[in-house]
């Protein structure tokens, strides 16, 4: 079992920025890719960054390049999302989760577990 919490959500105006944090606790952290996915009221879950295991290779959905980062640091077991230049579409629940598997995916039903989330909110 592997417990995820989420924090570093909040309001923010459009244009700032936010760093969420994900720690976890369990089994060993450095075993499991992990990825931030997203919902916002009405939508379903959507994918927004993935890093591997090593943290060597990450993985962006389009809309987020060049303004999220994702990062790790497994000494202290946990993962980061950078988010700058926000915009009002990003607000939404955002939400870590861990994979087992040995190639990064942006498939939700892939994660084998899930934080609670945190709310970041935009305004414009």
């Known amino acids: 079992q592997v417990q995820l919490v989420e924090s570093g959500g909040g309001l923010v105006q459009a244009g700032g920025s936010l760093r969420l944090s994900c720690a976890a606790s369990?089994?060993?952290?450095?075993?499991?890719?992990m990825g931030w996915f997203r919902q916002a009221p009405g939508k379903e879950r959507e994918f927004v960054a993935a890093i591997s295991r090593s943290g060597g290779n990450t993985y962006y959905e389009d809309s987020v390049k060049g303004r999220f980062t994702i990062s790790r640091d497994n000494a202290k077991n946990t993962v980061y999302l950078q988010m700058n230049s926000l915009k009002p579409e990003d607000t939404a629940v955002y939400y870590c989760a861990a994979d087992d598997g040995v190639v990064i995916t942006t498939t939700p039903r892939r994660y084998d577990y899930w934080g609670q989330g945190t709310q970041v909110t935009v305004s414009s």
């Open positions: 369990g089994r060993t952290f450095s075993r499991y890719a």
